[in-house]
């Protein structure tokens, strides 16, 4: 049997093992886990930049996903979404989509049509009900969470997805589970399972760009919602989003 008192005690080491700076390599970001049906901060790295309001880019497509299904523009995690026929960069993106594979491979233009479908005053209040970061729009509909107007800090990031996750927002079964489920990541050694998103922000007229990796981690009724960015200081290779999700699974020493 394990006592109360000690397993706070070991929780309390195991955070403390965590060398951030290390797994940051130079980076400047920050790491913030909450307990989501309490909102109470577990863990917090550098909770200046974790204050700070930052694009937040393709991790926008959980409220987005949640938006689609409540909104009935996705009936079914697999509808067919028809290429727009525009040659994309990564080859993944040229060719028909669903919601799954929309999440699966951060299809941008997928995300595009949705707003443009949606509509500036679906999209404002929604956002205004979740009170998603500085809910600016302004920044165009086809454009206003990457890198413009829309801005939202790593803590506001977590404290979205703690009471999305924790059922506080006026959302039906059905779109719930169908979110959940195209939001799914990875399994965790000790069963948790891990739904988030990751984002790419690339930084205009450089080489540098900031990542991020948000989401939930589950396990029976226990649920911890997390929140992870960093800015590359030096040119790395690969993108900065996949990066910072592994970053993460580092830290819950899952690699």
């Known amino acids: 049997m394990i006592f109360p008192w000690l397993a706070l005690a070991l929780s309390l080491n195991a955070t403390a093992a965590v060398d951030f700076q290390k797994i940051l390599d130079g980076d400047v970001g920050c790491f913030i886990e909450l307990d989501a049906k309490t909102g109470k901060t577990l863990r917090e790295y550098n909770p200046l930049r974790c204050a700070e309001r930052l694009a937040p880019c393709s991790t926008f497509k959980i409220p987005l996903a949640f938006i689609a299904f409540d909104s009935k523009v996705f009936a079914t995690t697999h509808d067919k979404i028809p290429w727009d026929k525009v040659k994309h960069d990564r080859p993944e993106e040229n060719h028909d989509q669903t919601p799954t594979s929309w999440i699966a491979n951060s299809v941008v233009w997928v995300s595009q049509g949705l707003t443009s479908k949606l509509g500036e005053p679906i999209l404002k209040r929604y956002l205004k009900e979740w009170n998603y970061g500085n809910q600016d729009t302004s920044g ?16 506001e990031q977590a404290e979205f997805l703690a009471k999305l996750f924790n059922r506080k927002y006026p959302i039906g079964d059905q779109t719930f589970a169908k979110s959940k489920e195209i939001l799914f990541n990875r399994a ?68």
């Open 140 to 155: 165009g509909l086809t454009n206003f969470w990457l890198a413009s107007s829309l801005k939202i800090s790593a803590r």
């Open 188 to 255: 965790l050694k000790d069963g948790s399972k891990v739904y988030g998103k990751t984002g790419t922000c690339p930084i205009p007229n450089s080489d540098l760009a900031t990542g991020w990796f948000v989401g939930v981690i589950e396990k029976g009724e226990s649920r911890r919602a997390f929140a992870m960015n960093a800015t590359n200081k030096v040119k790395r290779e690969g993108f900065a989003g996949p990066r910072t999700k592994d970053r993460v699974y580092e830290i819950l020493n899952d690699n």
